[in-house]
């Protein structure tokens, strides 16, 4: 019982409810002496027994003044904490449960970076720039890390956006080869401003200062809100300007043109170089030439400029 009054002080009360009024010396004797009477002491101070023989008070009226003031202490207590918790809070604004947590860590850019990817279930937005640094193991699209508790896979629709330079990476093209059998939709950009990654559109991770500071550990991972919104107002520009890495034909095409052909002169719109198609394509760099200089025969020109205009105008809508 919270009230101050002891093993034996509450045995004492519960007694004097159940029997009645008693003598303070037939108490005494069945409690046990000095601290029974302690005890008994301490009742007649807070109102719980009153009165020779001691009688036990009702309980309504000795416990409900206590009851009121405890719940008054209760509710300023919780109002402290509160008041508290928002101090603690405003000058936490980088914590791990704030809308803006700073990361400076490997390891911990890395689990943010796991569940950003692997923990979506609608859609997976991503800037990937160069340099090309993998924070964790490339996932195969088989990797138990992608699947839900009950075991079905996770397949939320995907869309990276590769800078150019990045795709003279081997470990990055490992990952563009996953993303693709994964069915993600992939594009290609000249430049990027930043690496960036959007998680369902609700969370997002950037580097926290710009390409060319020295600290590129620093990482920024943004819970909701508008900062997030502004993400993927920047992620839905670069992909309208960004080129298709696979694709169907646009347009009409010649007869004389097949699939590979096609992607071919996109690559060569996006600026990619004969040896970034080849790989690309996981063909040999002289079936890059050999077909692009089929190409400029069918289109009677000399130069790559001059085949980009003329499949604009003639095989391509």
């Keep these: 019982m919270p009230l101050g009054i002891g093993d034996v002080g509450a045995l004492l009360y519960q007694h004097l409810i159940e029997v009645g009024p008693t003598p303070t010396r037939e108490l005494l004797e069945r409690f046990g002496g000095l601290a029974a009477e302690t005890a008994l002491e301490r009742l007649r101070d807070v109102g719980l027994v009153v009165g020779e023989p001691a009688a036990a008070r009702h309980p ?67 800037f990937i720039t160069f340099p090309f640094v993998p924070l964790t193991a490339v996932h195969a ?32 093209m490992v990952g563009l080869r996953n993303a693709v059998a994964l069915g993600a939709d992939v594009r290609v950009a000249k430049n990027l ?8 559109r609700e969370t997002a ?19 909701g809100g508008a900062l997030v919104e502004c993400m993927i107002v920047t992620f839905e520009h670069y992909w309208n300007e960004a080129v298709p890495l696979h694709s169907e034909p646009p347009g009409r095409a010649s007869d004389e043109l097949d699939h590979l052909d096609m992607s071919i002169l ?15 394509l996981d063909l040999s760099k002289s079936t890059i030439l050999r077909r692009i200089k089929r190409m400029r025969e069918l289109a009677n020109v000399e130069s790559r400029p001059a085949l980009i205009f003329h499949a604009a105008r003639n095989w391509m809508d």
């Design 60 to 126: 309504d009226y000795a416990l409900r003044p206590m009851v009121a003031q405890a719940e008054y202490s209760l509710a300023r207590l919780k109002a402290r904490a509160d008041e508290l918790r928002d101090v603690y809070e405003s000058h936490t604004a980088h914590g791990p449960n704030a809308p803006l947590e700073l990361m400076t860590s490997r390891q911990r850019i890395a689990g943010a970076f796991d569940d950003l990817s692997l923990g979506a279930h609608r859609e997976v937005m991503q």
């Design 141 to 172: 699209p088989g990797d138990p890390a992608r699947r839900n508790p009950d075991g079905t896979v996770r397949r939320p629709r995907r869309r990276f956006i590769y800078e150019r330079a990045v795709l003279t990476n081997e470990p990055a």
């Design 193 to 200: 401003p930043f690496k960036m990654i959007i998680s369902d």
């Design 205 to 223: 991770m950037v580097p926290r200062w710009p390409r060319g500071c020295p600290d590129q550990m620093s990482t920024l991972l943004i819970r």
């Design 266 to 280: 996109q690559y060569i719109v996006a600026g990619q170089t004969d040896d970034q198609m080849a790989r690309l």
